[in-house]
Nanobody, 120 residues
Framework: QVQLVESGGGMVQAGGSLRLSCAASGLTFVSYTMGWFRQAPGKERDFVAGFGWLGTTTISAHFVKGRFTISRDYTKNTVFLEMNSLKPEDTAVYYC?????????????WGKGTLVAVSS
């Protein structure tokens, strides 16, 4: 059974930083394209950042470029999202996703999410 468990969310002031983690189990980690998504209150879930095919490249949404960085640790089956220069509009529930597709814009499996709240 595939499980994705996010952690690292919390409350932070604008300009601050957080590091999210997503621990994956029940899947062959190297065979999955991993990504981060977020859903703000009253809005649809948006793609934030992910790995391209075979994990050789990273892709980021325009609104986080230069501020957020995705990385992964194959020895721990874990994906990270380093978030810097946080803004109030980054407030959302952040989800980890895994897919067998070659691009990370959607997922076959989802975690339950971790809340990030940024105050001004």
């Amino acid at each position: 059974q595939v499980q994705l468990v996010e952690s690292g969310g919390g409350m932070v002031q604008a300009g601050g930083s957080l590091r999210l983690s997503c621990a994956a189990s029940g899947l062959t980690f190297v065979s999955y394209t991993m990504g981060w998504f977020r859903q703000a209150p009253g809005k649809e879930r948006d793609f934030v950042a992910g790995f391209g095919w075979l994990g050789t490249t990273t892709i980021s949404a325009h609104f986080v470029k230069g501020r957020f960085t995705i990385s992964r640790d194959y020895t721990k089956n874990t994906v990270f999202l380093e978030m810097n220069s946080l803004k109030p509009e980054d407030t959302a529930v952040y989800y980890c996703g895994a897919t067998t597709k070659e691009v990370p814009y959607d997922s076959d499996y989802w975690g339950k999410g971790t809340l990030v709240a940024v105050s001004s």
